[in-house]
């Protein structure tokens, strides 16, 4: 949970100084992750039940937020920096970050959440 609050302060004070900043092009790389392995893991937890997620014919879910394009976007969830670390984060642990949010904790492994999180940045608008 250290970890977490660190993340949210650290990401929290980056938020607040570069709020209005576009990170749509930012880099975000997550060395030895796994995309080919995230859209596994994303298959086998079942996300696309909440879900639409290309790559995933179905289900197609519309409870969670459509993740189309979410590498593209500036934000996650339109309230935290969209950057690796954050992405992984909120994977494995969405209501540590989004007090609230309807998204469970996953039981994933930070490796696991990793390769998940790099499937997801595969997910752009070209």
């Known amino acids: 949970m250290r970890t977490i609050g660190a993340l949210l302060?650290?990401?929290g004070l980056c938020a607040a100084v570069t709020a209005c900043t576009?990170?749509?092009?930012?880099?975000?790389?997550?060395?030895?992750?796994d995309a080919a392995e995230g859209?596994?893991?994303i298959e086998r937890?079942?996300?696309a039940a909440c879900h639409?997620?290309?790559?995933?014919?179905?289900p197609q879910g519309r409870t969670g937020g459509d993740l189309t394009g979410?590498?593209?976007r500036p934000m996650i969830a339109g309230r935290l920096p969209n950057q690796p670390g954050v992405?992984?984060?909120l994977v494995r642990d969405a209501p540590a970050l989004l007090p609230g949010t309807g998204m469970p904790p996953m039981p994933l492994t930070e490796a696991e959440a990793r390769d998940v999180a790099a499937y997801l940045y595969t997910l752009d608008d070209d």
């Not at 576009?22 to 992750?33: C, G, T, W």
């Not at 639409?52 to 179905?58: D, E, L, M, N």
């Open 9 to 11: 302060l650290t990401t």
């Open 22 to 33: 576009d990170k749509a092009n930012a880099p975000r790389s997550l060395a030895q992750a």
């Open 39 to 41: 859209l596994r893991l």
């Open 45 to 47: 937890h079942g996300c």
């Open 52 to 58: 639409a997620i290309p790559g995933v014919r179905w």
């Open 70 to 72: 979410v590498a593209s």
């Open 87 to 89: 992405m992984t984060a």
